[in-house]
């Protein structure tokens, strides 16, 4: 693991990385779109607003997704105390932030003709904002502090203690009487979708997984850079002292 | 049929510009960040 610790060895893999992350993004974007607006049935109920879901769904399970990656980044710099998992957490919260406010949004715009209301304190609404405050405390952790090592120590724990939130977002629709339809697609007995609407929903997920790949590289690189900057000042300070 | 393409065009139109809105703020400030550790590094040269 310790092998891609060498920013210049992660730079080499990411460059290699990102142009087919872009291009199979790009391409699952478009795949993804047209299928959801053209190319797949009305719900019998909910009609033409079903085609919401196709944006909506994937930008909650990248929400949690990126939370795990977070939570995963943040285990191994605490116990292996590598740096570029710290960077890597550092890197992927406000594309995490971001994409659970789209979330909520969407979710919100989907909900008003559905429910008659864009909001209501349910479980599974309420979790998924616990966790965009969490990734909102997570990155005001990294910036609360002038010591990298301390706010990112500080930063991984909570965001180690906030992964209790995510079977609680899961399971939320089963553990509590909810206003958010209970799951569809990972249950025990199967999806209860046809394959019409499960096609643009799995490619847009890859879509999502893709973008968030490519985004999150390009902000590793960046505080690699960041990190550079920082260096080089240093030492050209004591030089001049 | 009631007629959604409001929240229909809102959502997918919000969604596309927020993904896309923070994919080049995230590359612009990658390139600026690396274009920034390149001029300390040729200066560090220059200086010896």
Known sequence: ?241 | MADYSFYIITTYALSGAVLAGLAIFSYCKMKSTEREAQKLRQMRKERG
Do not use: C
């Not at chain 1, 010591?147 to 939320?172: C, H, T």
């Open chain 1, 1 to 241: 693991m310790h092998r891609f610790a060498n920013p210049a060895k992660f730079n080499r893999l990411a460059d290699q990385i990102l142009p087919w992350a872009i291009f199979f993004g790009l391409v699952a974007f478009a795949t993804g779109i047209y299928y959801a607006l053209f190319n797949s049935p009305a719900d019998y109920q909910q009609g033409e607003s079903v085609r919401m879901m196709y944006v909506h769904v994937p930008a909650a399970w990248a929400s949690m997704s990126i939370y795990g990656f977070i939570a995963v980044t943040s285990f191994v710099a605490l116990v292996w105390r590598h740096p570029l998992a710290l960077l890597a957490g550092k890197a992927a919260a406000p594309i995490g932030a971001t994409i659970t406010a789209l979330a909520l949004i969407t979710g919100a715009l989907w909900g008003k003709p559905m429910w008659g209301t864009y909001w209501q304190w349910d479980a599974r609404m309420t979790s998924v904002l616990v966790m965009f405050f969490l990734y909102l405390g997570y990155s005001a952790l990294w910036q609360a502090m002038e010591d990298d090592e301390k706010a990112g120590r500080a930063a991984s724990i909570l965001a180690l203690v906030g992964v209790v939130n995510l079977p609680i977002i899961k399971f939320s629709v089963e553990w509590w009487n909810t206003l958010h339809q209970s799951a569809s697609i990972m249950r025990l007995d199967g999806p209860s979708m046809p394959a019409e609407m499960l096609k643009p929903l799995f490619i847009m997920g890859i879509a999502y997984q893709l973008y968030f790949t490519v985004l999150v590289l390009w902000r590793m690189k960046m505080e690699i850079s960041k990190r550079k900057i920082q260096a080089l000042r240093q030492l050209a300070t004591a030089n001049e002292a």
